[in-house]
């Protein structure tokens, strides 16, 4: 089947604690993408990947790291998670930048 | 700068009656619409999108989408709404030029309540 998937899927940490959050997809998707998710926001872009050791920032790129070692994964790192991180997290693959993208299920993050 | 504008957080109607979401973009060039909707505890799923040609888009789950340049407009239709349609919707704006190629920019949603 194909899809996108994320772990953990809830994550409660503390200030400071470094944390990864893992996405992963079986599609072949040259495009991966991170974004957050805020009430009354929308989803606003954290970091995007055109392709495997391509990545470049998106609205909200503060604060997180990303790597694209493998063309399947795509870890969304937080070095020193802080309260204002707190946030549903969604990963999303496609075959390009602007194809059909296919978000994981989500991960919800609470920071203490 | 790019910008995508969902003027309604909230709308209800009821089921049988016709819908309409609007989204107004803010993008230099020939944009790509895209409108994803996220149903309650899920990911987000692409309903249609529009990258050029017809500007009357048809969708999945009967919906519609009508791109029109002068009102730099990407309104969301369906003709009779069902209880399951219930859910939050999103409007998206692509940029697909050079740089910024890549970059994915979201309304903030409105949330659809349907009345049975």
């Known amino acids: 089947e194909a899809q996108v998937t994320q772990n953990p899927r809830y994550l409660i940490t503390v200030t400071g604690k470094k944390l990864t959050v893992t996405c992963s997809q079986n599609m072949n998707h040259e495009y991966m993408s991170w974004y957050r998710q805020d009430p009354g926001l929308g989803l606003r872009q954290i970091y995007y990947s055109m392709n495997v050791e391509v990545t470049d920032k998106g609205d909200v790129p503060e604060g997180y790291k990303v790597s694209r070692k493998e063309k399947r994964n795509f870890p969304l790192i937080l070095e020193s998670p802080s309260p204002n991180q707190t946030s549903l997290y969604f990963c999303a693959s496609s075959w390009s930048g602007l194809g059909t993208q296919y978000f994981g299920p989500g991960t919800r993050l609470l920071v203490l | 700068a790019q910008s995508v504008t969902q003027p309604d957080i909230h709308i209800t109607v009821s089921e049988g009656a016709s819908l309409e979401l609007r989204c107004n973009y803010s993008?230099?060039?020939?944009?790509?619409l895209f409108w994803y909707v996220q149903s309650p505890g899920q990911g987000l799923q692409l309903l249609l999108k529009?990258?050029?040609?017809?500007?009357l888009v048809q969708g999945i789950k009967g919906f519609e989408a009508e791109f029109k340049r002068s009102q730099s407009s990407f309104n969301l239709r369906k003709p009779s709404v069902h209880w399951s349609d219930a859910a939050e919707y999103f409007c998206?704006?692509?940029?697909?030029?050079?740089?910024?190629?890549?970059?994915?920019?979201f309304g903030r949603g409105t949330q659809l309540t349907v009345w049975p």
């Open positions: 529009y990258f050029s040609g017809d500007t």
């Open positions: 993008y230099g060039a020939t944009p790509y």
């Open positions: 998206a704006v692509g940029a697909g030029r050079g740089s910024t190629l890549g970059r994915l920019y």
